[in-house]
């Protein structure tokens, strides 16, 4: 079959037609725009059938190659994709970053068009924490290592790039445990509300929020007096409790009995799994659900008005179980540090670790961690005998 070839130069009203096989053998014509004179006939078969040719293999050439995407888009399509094959952890929170992201730089602009510089702008303008601009950071750095390996980018220009030098608002997010009479207002003025029971099982559990209203019916085993961490719900996704250590029995305090109860007792009347749920039944989406809104505006903000307490986050719940189990002298610290999910010990010495303070001092000077007594019988020597007199 002949391809990308031209077969003749005819006549067609007084002008010269050239037929030609294209790249699929088909035989084609086009008008050349000359008239047909000896002179223009010879010129053709000369120089134009020759160039004529020759750029209908080029264009068979290039119809060959395959085309590299290079717009934004088509990789922020591609990292979202992944993440979804995979179910990460993350899905519901990067598929917003994603579609903001992409919003952002636009769908169709060249990848290699972003500089340096708008990531740089993008991230100082981004008002959220630097753990969460992280995450930002994370997904931006994903879509153009996708962009790299599709060859639309020579190098990935985020894999390098750091967040600019930021203060950090440690008021709201240092440790500031409740004090025993600050809890007592804030139980006498949720009486009657949901966050009444969720804060009394936060406080004895030591639990996160997601994990508090990701617990079941089946969960809590009175006979055994344990409650078993299994699941965590954010953003509307029941997932996994944060790592691998988060999951975890852990003991169910006395005080807290009446109140599993009850809670269990509302559970079954929404005919429900969860023990927090929504009226019809269906589990909480988010701990917003329970707190309301996140700045300074809801439920827990009303509470902490109404109750007079300073304002700190719902989650220092955990951090007042933590601290106050510290103090109590009545847990080992790798007691408490399971109780809280962490692996190891250095998670608590970091966050708790001021807490300490002088407990050590307080233990009993009669210890004999090896158990050996006296049978050295060097107890009964006086002091200052010579080594060897």
Known sequence: MKKNTVKSIVERNGNLVVRFFDNTGSLKQKSLGLSATKSNRNRVWKEIVPAFEDGLRKQAEE????????NFGFYADKYHQQLIDISHSKLIGHKYRIEALTKHFGANTVMSD???????????????????????????????????????????????????LEPSN???????PFEPDEIKR???????????????LS??????????????????????????????????????????????SIPLPLQARHYF????????RKKSL???????????????????????DGNWVSLLQAAKVPYRKLMQTRHTFAVNAIKSGEFSLQEIASILG????????????????????????????????????????????KVGA
């Open 63 to 70: 119809s060959t190659k395959v085309k590299i995407p290079l």
């Open 114 to 164: 972003v500089s340096e510089l708008e990531i740089e702008e993008f991230f100082q303008k981004l008002k959220c924490k630097r753990t969460t601009k992280l995450d930002w950071l994370l997904v931006l750095r994903a879509i153009f290592e996708k962009a790299r390996k599709g060859k639309a980018l020579d190098k990935n220009i985020v894999s390098q790039f750091k967040l600019p």
């Open 170 to 176: 440690t008021d709201e997010n240092a440790i500031m």
């Open 186 to 200: 804030l139980l006498t003025h949720s009486k009657g509300t949901v966050l009444h029971n969720f804060l009394v």
């Open 203 to 248: 406080l004895y559990l030591g639990t996160r929020g997601e994990e508090t209203i990701g617990l079941q019916i089946k969960d809590i085993d009175f006979e055994q007096n344990i409650v078993r961490i299994e699941r965590a719900i954010t953003k509307g996704q029941i997932k996994a409790p944060k790592t691998k250590g988060s999951r975890r």
């Open 261 to 268: 109860e009850e809670q269990i007792k509302e559970a079954k």
């Open 274 to 296: 969860f023990l927090f749920s929504r009226d019809d039944g269906s589990p909480l989406l988010d701990i917003a659900e329970i707190r309301g809104k996140k700045n300074r």
């Open 342 to 385: 962490h692996t190891s010990l250095s998670m608590l010495f970091h966050h708790y670790g001021k807490h300490l303070g002088t407990s050590h001092l307080k233990v009993s000077r009669s210890i004999d961690i090896f158990g050996l007594g006296d049978i050295l019988g060097d107890t009964g020597k006086k002091r200052g005998l």
